[in-house]
């Protein structure tokens, strides 16, 4: 697949010429004659690589780059200068652009920039690649793809990274494509639900010795570790330090090492993720301020379904071909399905598309049947004020318990109840305050 690149400059006779020896070389080339006009286009194809001017109108190439750095921070940059603000491109290079030509600059240099930068922004072709490491990724949607090119490119390097998006958004299925698509490819992929288990099975399976440890299991592999703002504070600091381990003693991987050299620190890929951001827990003292840093500093954002609407009819296919099922959707439908709200994603999708093939008794699933079952799961997914409030107060005991480590006068002082009446509380919820006194390690 051809690598696409946009260059921007408002002096149409450089941005021809720029244009003509690219594509010369071999490559597919968009043209923009101002900043405004190369957003536009980047956001609607997405190209490999930019070349840009640094001077140009109202939207000068350091302005262009700051939008396309918020938007796609992987993507590479290269800047054209004159030679009287060398200065400026030497300080756009220290805040992340790749690299800069002057003002005339050799053909052939261009060309070793372009190559050089488009190394680290490869082309991923959904047709070549979708039998391998993103094999159950299904989309057409600009952000999704960019969200894959940052993926690739944590497989490739084996860091840490932290998938952030709401439930049923697919993050489970993007820690496995990283798995398939990385340096780990061949070794295990092991999953740890954190909300799965209660506090001491969870402390069991990170702090213990022996072979059911989960960095033993995970050995030369990939420890994917779900909602991990559930994680106990006890478990957060031995994770940390495996971590902190780990990038001390990181050597170049080969096949079948089992640990680092001279370490005995098991050699894997971190992957964790949480439906929401972790700044709250963290300013409410349920996690590390460590750990938190640590997995800031690569953070995957998945998009929810509403968000990637693009793909909700090539998901839609997908999913009723999987039933087995000779229906299809009304064009009507398939609208209904494409403007609809879906606070469970993809989940959620494949439920309501199950209950229309199961209702359906015509070829053609009609808007109604959709319109129907939409409804209810809406309906389904809103509990009752009563319960919602119960549920409410439940977690918020849990996360009073998890900060105070147990200490009920100090929970009651928080939550500004008399200790009586806070043990009542935890009666209602059957919360006892001695599974929550947890020592730091």
């Known amino acids: 697949m051809v690598a696409r690149i946009l260059v921007v400059d408002d002096d149409q006779g450089l941005l021809h010429l720029i244009c003509a020896r690219l594509v010369t070389a071999g490559y597919e080339v968009i043209q923009a004659t101002s900043g405004e006009m190369a957003l536009e286009i980047f956001r609607q194809q997405r190209p490999q690589l930019v ?65 050089e930068a488009l190394r680290l922004s490869p082309v991923l072709d959904p047709q070549r690649d979708a039998g391998r490491w993103r094999r159950n990724i299904l989309t057409v949607n600009v952000r999704m793809e960019e969200l894959l090119r940052q993926a690739h490119r ?11 998006g709401p439930a049923g958004s697919g993050k489970s299925t993007l820690a496995q494509a990283i798995h398939r698509a990385g340096r780990f490819a061949d070794g295990p992929f092991v999953k740890i639900a954190c909300t799965d288990y209660p506090v001491q099975e969870l402390e069991a399976q990170f702090l213990e010795a022996g072979d059911e440890n989960v960095f033993t299991r995970a050995c030369n592999g990939v420890l994917y570790v779900q909602d991990i703002g559930a994680l106990p504070l006890s478990v957060q600091g031995r ?37 929401r951001p972790l700044d709250h827990a963290l300013s409410e003292g349920s996690f590390r301020s460590d750990l938190f840093y640590f997995l800031r500093g690569c953070t995957l954002q998945v998009p929810g379904l509403s968000e990637r609407p693009d793909d909700i009819p090539l998901l839609a296919r997908h999913f009723m071909h999987a039933y087995q099922n000779d229906a299809v959707l009304s064009p009507e439908a398939i609208n209904a399905l494409t403007t609809a709200n879906w606070p469970g994603n993809i989940l959620q999708l494949q439920t309501v598309l199950r209950q229309a093939v ?22 389904a997914s809103l509990a009752a004020l009563d319960d919602a409030r119960r549920e409410f107060e439940c977690q918020y005991l ?25 043990y009542k509380l935890l009666a209602r919820h059957g919360l006892d305050p001695a599974c929550f006194k947890e020592k730091l390690r």
């Open 358 to 379: 199961a209702m359906s008794n015509t070829p053609t699933i009609p808007l109604s049947c959709i319109a129907g079952v939409l409804r209810e799961t809406e309906e």
């Open 51 to 115: 070349v840009t001017d640094l001077k140009m109108g109202e939207m000068d190439g350091m302005t262009l780059f700051g939008h396309l750095q918020a938007e796609a921070p992987l993507i590479p940059v290269i800047v054209l200068t004159a030679h009287g603000t060398i200065p400026d491109a030497v300080a756009a290079t220290q805040r992340g652009v790749f690299s800069y030509l002057t003002k005339p600059f050799d053909s052939q240099e261009l060309l070793r920039r372009v190559d």
């Open 239 to 275: 994770l940390f330090a495996f971590l902190l381990s780990q990038s001390q003693s990181r050597v170049p991987f080969q096949p079948g090492d089992l640990t680092a050299a001279n370490t005995g620190t098991p050699q894997l890929q971190l992957l964790t993720s949480s439906p």
């Open 154 to 164: 944590v497989a490739e390097e084996g860091h840490a990274a932290h998938l952030l």
């Open 398 to 422: 849990v996360r009073l318990l998890k900060v105070t480590r147990g200490n009920v006068s100090q929970a009651a002082r928080i939550a500004q109840r008399n200790r009586t009446e806070f």
